[in-house]
């Protein structure tokens, strides 16, 4: 069983950064492409980031330029550094693993979910 803790959320003014964390328990953590989603209050669950497992990245348009994912394979850690943030990133972040390596940029490619670290940008 894969477990995944995100941390790294909070409060920060627009224009600030974040960087979130999301340690995977498991050995074959490089195995597979990892991935950031996030749901605001009353919308729909979104992609945010998604990374593969040879280091390959890909984001949603609405963060592109301003996110940056990473991975460390060898903490089994994940990472989203978020800068020039908006109110409009106001979410609950969660952190998932593909059943793929490739990038998986659609929530049905994971089987395995963080319980999510809320971020909240105030203007």
């Known amino acids: 069983q894969v477990q995944l803790v995100e941390s790294g959320g909070g409060l920060v003014q627009a224009g600030g950064s974040l960087r979130l964390s999301c340690a995977a328990s498991g050995r074959t953590f490089n195995s597979y492409a990892m991935g950031w989603f996030r749901q605001a209050p009353r919308k729909e669950r979104e992609f945010v980031a998604t990374?593969?497992?040879?280091?390959?990245?890909y984001y949603a348009d609405s963060v592109k330029g301003r996110f940056t994912i990473s991975r460390d394979n060898a903490k089994n850690t994940v990472y989203l550094q978020m800068n020039s943030l908006k109110p409009e990133d106001t979410a609950v972040y969660y952190c998932?693993?593909?059943?793929?390596?490739?990038?998986?940029?659609?929530?049905?490619?994971?089987?395995?979910w963080g319980q999510g670290t809320q971020v909240t940008v105030s203007s």
């Open positions: 990374i593969s497992s040879t280091g390959a990245t």
């Open positions: 998932a693993r593909s059943e793929y390596s490739r990038l998986s940029p659609r929530g049905l490619e994971y089987n395995y």
